[in-house]
């Protein structure tokens, strides 16, 4: 009788035993599980982002190019492949309201114009996501840009919100973009394997493209940059 229920305790600590380790088992698993669906939530949200970004980085091209393709962001009316009275490519200018805005210049003229409208009585020399930095390093100092003073995508361009993964475009991920102007003064001493990258020397400009882009989860920012330079001197070979 005494060794049956010793037999009986034993196997009751068994089973005991067992129990305990199928329950951590179950809660490493879920635990695992969890961890497993939140880095592929931020994985997911980061590519969200990413694509806005990207999506931005071509918006702020086309916005420098007064263009949508092989059409006018601003077409006019009586002939759809010109640009419509009063905007400067994608920017509104000529009415009183716009007199001084800011807007992508097409020859060195309308760069020292329209860096004397960024630069008066500014702290930050940009206005509608168009900056005139007086040097390369300038901006650098000021870090992120204030969503005030970016623009948004198809704000000028007319673009509709694009669509961000699997989300709908009003539910889009958060993004703006700002371009620094830069007026190129080579000599021609650049690189061979440069030459056909320098601006048009009519229209020495080099942009630089700054977009930023924020997922739905706190945290989560994406930032691209690139160089942009619209009238390469290879076109006119």
Do not use: N
Request: aromatic share 6%; proline share 8%; glycine share 10%.
């Amino acid at each position: 009788m005494k060794r049956s229920l010793q037999h009986r305790g034993i196997a009751l600590l068994g089973v005991m035993v067992t129990l305990v380790l199928a329950g951590l088992a179950v809660l490493a698993s879920a635990r695992a599980g969890l961890l497993h669906e939140m880095m592929a939530g931020h994985q997911a949200d980061r590519l969200r982002a990413q694509a806005m970004a990207e999506a931005l980085l071509l918006d702020a091209e086309a916005d420098i190019l007064g263009r949508r393709g092989d059409a006018p962001c601003r077409p006019s009316a009586v002939e759809p492949q010109r640009t419509a009275p009063g905007f400067v490519g994608c920017r509104e200018r000529g009415t009183a309201s716009v007199a001084t805005a800011p807007y992508f210049p097409q020859s060195t003229e309308e760069f020292e114009e329209v860096r004397a409208l960024l630069q008066v009585s500014a702290a930050v020399p940009c206005r509608d996501g168009i900056c005139a930095p007086t040097s390369l390093g300038a901006m650098a100092r000021t870090g992120e840009l204030p969503p005030a003073l970016g623009a948004r995508y198809g704000q000028f361009t007319q673009w509709s919100q694009p669509t961000v993964g699997d989300a709908p475009p009003e539910r889009g991920v958060r993004g703006w973009y700002w371009v620094e102007i830069f007026q190129f003064r080579g000599d021609g001493t650049a690189p061979a394997a440069l030459q056909h990258v320098l601006p048009d020397p009519a229209r020495p400009l080099v942009y630089r493209i700054t977009a930023l882009a924020e997922g739905h989860k706190p945290g989560t920012q994406v930032v691209l940059k690139s160089l942009f330079v619209p009238y390469p001197r290879s076109q006119l070979q």
